[in-house]
């Protein structure tokens, strides 16, 4: 089993950063493939961003990138995601997952273990 806990979310004016983090309980996080979404109120859940368990290979949405970075610190089991440029569109809550397969995707259901979430609210 293997407990996620997002946090560094908050209000911030458009044009500004901020970086979420993802403390996973466990002994072979990396062993992990990573991954953040996000669920804006009335909107499906979407990929952000994913993270190779080695962290050789990162994949980005379209909508994020080049404003966002994901990275991971396996001998601290945590991963981030680094959010410069923000917008108002990418208000929502941000979710981490975790695939014990290693390999990433981004496909909501290949990832079994899921975070409560952090709101992120970008004002305009």
């Known amino acids: 089993q293997v407990q996620l806990v997002e946090s560094g979310g908050g209000l911030v004016q458009a044009g500004g950063s901020l970086r979420l983090s993802c403390a996973a309980s466990g002994r072979t996080f990396s062993t992990y493939a990573m991954a953040w979404f996000r669920q804006a109120p009335g909107k499906e859940r979407e990929f952000v961003a994913s993270?190779?368990?080695?962290?050789?290979?990162?994949y980005y949405a379209d909508s994020v990138k080049g404003r966002f970075t994901i990275s991971r610190d396996n001998a601290k089991n945590t991963m981030y995601l680094q959010m410069n440029s923000l917008k108002p569109e990418d208000t929502a809550v941000y979710y981490c997952?975790?695939?014990?397969?290693?390999?990433?995707?981004?496909?909501?259901?290949?990832?079994?273990?899921w975070g409560q979430g952090t709101q992120v609210t970008v004002s305009s």
């Open positions: 993270i190779s368990a080695s962290a050789a290979s990162t």
């Open positions: 997952a975790a695939n014990p397969e290693g390999w990433t995707s981004r496909l909501i259901s290949v990832y079994d273990y």
